[in-house]
Nanobody, 123 residues
Framework: VQLQASGGGLVQAGGSLGLSCAAS????????MGWFRQAPGKEPEFVAA????????YYTDSVKGRFTISRHDAKDTVYLQMDRLKPEDTAVYYC?????????????????GGQGTLVTVSS
């Protein structure tokens, strides 16, 4: 499975950015996609996930109410709309995928991961 992410960039605090990630090459129909982020010197942090079968969404507490994960079934693409961004949201964001209908918050439980895209939020 290959994951190709796009989006990201520089934005002022309070602004918005959108990320997208397209999956290709998968051979299974039940799966979950999500986003992690990693700030300099920190461990990867779970951000959000969505189950493809039922579209159930999960978020880490720090982004609830500000970030929205969504999917486009036909394009095998997951999106992350980030609103009311804060400087602490600054990180490299990357999408992940795992087979199955449950989400996980540990990075090593997603066998497929895309290249990261940098999000920088200035204060």
């Amino acid at each position: 499975v290959q994951l190709q992410a796009s989006g990201g960039g520089l934005v002022q605090a309070g602004g918005s950015l959108g990320l997208s990630c397209a999956a290709s090459g998968r051979t299974f129909s039940i799966f979950t996609m999500g986003w992690f982020r990693q700030a300099p010197g920190k461990e990867p942090e779970f951000v959000a996930a969505i189950t493809w079968e039922h579209g159930i969404r999960y978020y880490t507490d720090s982004v609830k109410g500000r970030f929205t994960i969504s999917r486009h079934d036909a394009k095998d693409t997951v999106y992350l709309q980030m609103d009311r961004l804060k400087p602490e949201d600054t990180a490299v964001y990357y999408c992940v995928l795992r087979e199955g209908r449950t989400y996980r918050t540990r990075r090593d439980e997603y066998p497929y991961g895309g290249q990261g895209t940098l999000v920088t939020v200035s204060s």
